[in-house]
Protein backbone atom coordinates (compact mmCIF):
# COMPACT_ATOMS: atom_id res chain seq x y z
CA UNK A 1 0.00 0.00 0.00
CA UNK A 2 0.97 3.41 -1.09
CA UNK A 3 0.91 4.42 3.41
CA UNK A 4 2.93 1.80 4.18
CA UNK A 5 0.98 -0.46 5.74
CA UNK A 6 0.72 -3.95 5.16
CA UNK A 7 -2.77 -5.43 4.59
CA UNK A 8 -4.45 -8.69 6.21
CA UNK A 9 -7.11 -10.79 5.08
CA UNK A 10 -9.58 -9.15 7.74
CA UNK A 11 -8.60 -5.04 7.28
CA UNK A 12 -11.32 -2.87 6.78
CA UNK A 13 -11.05 0.22 4.20
CA UNK A 14 -9.90 3.66 5.22
CA UNK A 15 -9.99 6.83 3.94
CA UNK A 16 -8.02 7.02 0.38
CA UNK A 17 -6.73 10.28 1.97
CA UNK A 18 -5.08 8.22 5.37
CA UNK A 19 -1.44 8.79 5.50
CA UNK A 20 1.45 8.09 7.96
CA UNK A 21 4.25 10.27 8.43
CA UNK A 22 7.47 10.60 10.20
CA UNK A 23 7.34 12.17 14.17
CA UNK A 24 9.20 15.65 14.02
CA UNK A 25 9.94 17.70 17.36
CA UNK A 26 7.42 19.76 16.53
CA UNK A 27 4.82 17.28 16.29
CA UNK A 28 5.18 17.35 20.90
CA UNK A 29 2.90 19.91 21.69
CA UNK A 30 0.14 18.36 19.39
CA UNK A 31 0.58 14.54 20.48
CA UNK A 32 0.88 16.00 24.26
CA UNK A 33 -2.40 17.80 23.88
CA UNK A 34 -4.49 14.69 22.08
CA UNK A 35 -2.54 12.02 24.62
CA UNK A 36 -4.03 14.13 27.52
CA UNK A 37 -7.73 14.40 25.93
CA UNK A 38 -7.46 10.68 25.41
CA UNK A 39 -6.32 9.64 28.76
CA UNK A 40 -7.38 12.32 31.60
CA UNK A 41 -11.39 11.10 31.37
CA UNK A 42 -10.65 7.61 31.54
CA UNK A 43 -7.59 7.92 34.06
CA UNK A 44 -10.33 10.60 36.28
CA UNK A 45 -12.59 7.56 36.31
CA UNK A 46 -10.27 5.26 37.95
CA UNK A 47 -8.95 8.14 40.47
CA UNK A 48 -5.67 7.74 38.79
CA UNK A 49 -5.40 11.12 37.14
CA UNK A 50 -2.13 12.82 38.97
CA UNK A 51 -1.32 15.54 35.89
CA UNK A 52 2.36 16.68 37.40
CA UNK A 53 3.43 12.58 36.97
CA UNK A 54 1.93 12.40 33.77
CA UNK A 55 3.33 15.56 32.31
CA UNK A 56 6.85 13.86 33.67
CA UNK A 57 5.63 10.24 32.05
CA UNK A 58 4.67 11.77 28.57
CA UNK A 59 8.20 13.66 28.16
CA UNK A 60 9.81 10.30 28.62
CA UNK A 61 7.30 8.47 26.28
CA UNK A 62 7.78 10.65 23.39
CA UNK A 63 10.48 9.19 21.66
CA UNK A 64 10.58 10.80 18.17
CA UNK A 65 12.18 7.70 16.38
CA UNK A 66 9.50 5.42 17.20
CA UNK A 67 6.54 7.99 16.49
CA UNK A 68 4.40 8.10 13.32
CA UNK A 69 1.85 11.06 13.13
CA UNK A 70 -1.33 9.76 11.21
CA UNK A 71 -3.08 12.29 8.89
CA UNK A 72 -5.79 12.66 6.76
CA UNK A 73 -6.73 14.56 3.62
CA UNK A 74 -3.41 16.75 4.77
CA UNK A 75 -4.82 16.84 8.27
CA UNK A 76 -3.00 15.20 10.97
CA UNK A 77 -5.27 13.80 13.16
CA UNK A 78 -3.31 11.05 15.87
CA UNK A 79 0.09 8.79 16.39
CA UNK A 80 1.25 5.81 16.95
CA UNK A 81 4.18 4.92 18.85
CA UNK A 82 5.82 1.52 17.90
CA UNK A 83 8.95 0.13 19.87
CA UNK A 84 11.08 -2.58 19.34
CA UNK A 85 12.57 -5.46 21.50
CA UNK A 86 14.18 -8.87 20.36
CA UNK A 87 11.12 -10.49 20.72
CA UNK A 88 8.53 -8.52 20.16
CA UNK A 89 7.01 -4.61 19.16
CA UNK A 90 5.13 -2.81 21.65
CA UNK A 91 2.36 -0.53 20.43
CA UNK A 92 2.87 2.35 23.19
CA UNK A 93 0.58 4.54 22.01
CA UNK A 94 -2.21 5.21 19.49
CA UNK A 95 -4.18 8.42 19.82
CA UNK A 96 -7.12 9.72 17.36
CA UNK A 97 -9.04 12.49 17.46
CA UNK A 98 -12.80 12.41 17.60
CA UNK A 99 -13.54 12.95 14.38
CA UNK A 100 -11.03 10.24 12.90
CA UNK A 101 -12.21 8.01 15.07
CA UNK A 102 -14.59 4.65 13.42
CA UNK A 103 -12.94 5.08 9.91
CA UNK A 104 -11.16 1.95 10.17
CA UNK A 105 -7.76 3.82 10.54
CA UNK A 106 -6.65 2.05 14.16
CA UNK A 107 -7.97 -1.34 12.67
CA UNK A 108 -5.23 -0.72 9.88
CA UNK A 109 -2.32 0.72 11.80
CA UNK A 110 -2.94 -2.51 14.19
CA UNK A 111 -3.14 -4.58 11.65
CA UNK A 112 0.08 -3.29 9.67
CA UNK A 113 1.65 -3.37 13.06
CA UNK A 114 0.80 -7.49 13.58
CA UNK A 115 2.07 -8.37 9.49
CA UNK A 116 5.45 -6.35 10.33
CA UNK A 117 5.46 -8.35 13.44
CA UNK A 118 4.84 -11.55 11.76
CA UNK A 119 7.48 -11.02 9.28
CA UNK A 120 10.02 -10.84 11.66
CA UNK A 121 8.70 -13.58 13.91
CA UNK A 122 8.16 -11.20 16.74
CA UNK A 123 4.76 -11.11 18.59
CA UNK A 124 2.99 -7.72 19.54
CA UNK A 125 2.10 -6.43 22.91
CA UNK A 126 0.25 -3.32 24.28
CA UNK A 127 -1.34 -2.21 27.06
CA UNK A 128 -4.82 -0.74 27.21
CA UNK A 129 -6.53 1.64 29.94
CA UNK A 130 -9.21 0.33 31.60
CA UNK A 131 -12.77 1.59 30.10
CA UNK A 132 -11.01 2.24 27.04
CA UNK A 133 -13.47 1.65 24.27
CA UNK A 134 -10.65 0.06 22.29
CA UNK A 135 -10.42 -2.63 24.43
CA UNK A 136 -13.06 -4.26 22.23
CA UNK A 137 -11.16 -3.97 18.66
CA UNK A 138 -8.74 -5.59 20.63
CA UNK A 139 -9.80 -8.41 21.33
CA UNK A 140 -12.04 -8.47 17.48
CA UNK A 141 -8.24 -8.84 16.28
CA UNK A 142 -7.25 -11.57 18.39
CA UNK A 143 -4.95 -9.71 21.43
CA UNK A 144 -5.08 -11.93 24.34
CA UNK A 145 -4.50 -10.52 27.89
CA UNK A 146 -1.44 -11.58 29.59
CA UNK A 147 -1.79 -9.49 32.78
CA UNK A 148 -3.35 -6.23 34.14
CA UNK A 149 -2.53 -3.33 36.94
CA UNK A 150 -4.57 -0.75 38.59
CA UNK A 151 -5.76 1.30 35.13
CA UNK A 152 -3.90 -1.20 32.48
CA UNK A 153 -4.93 -4.55 30.74
CA UNK A 154 -1.54 -5.96 29.34
CA UNK A 155 -1.92 -7.64 25.90
CA UNK A 156 -0.72 -9.96 23.30
CA UNK A 157 -0.88 -10.86 19.95
CA UNK A 158 0.91 -14.45 19.05
CA UNK A 159 2.22 -14.58 15.48
CA UNK A 160 3.41 -17.67 16.05
CA UNK A 161 6.82 -16.77 18.32
CA UNK A 162 6.50 -18.53 21.42
CA UNK A 163 6.80 -16.75 24.52
CA UNK A 164 9.10 -17.40 27.33
Request: with cysteine; glycine share 8%.
Amino acid sequence: MSRGLASRDDACSVPEDFELRPGRADDFDFARRLYFSSMKPLLEALGAWKKEEMETAFEGYFKIDEIRVITLGGDDVGWIQVSRSDNELCIDQLHLVETARDKGIGTALINSTIAEAAKENKNVSLSVVKGNRAMQLYQRLGFQQVGEDSTKIHKRYVTGQQVN
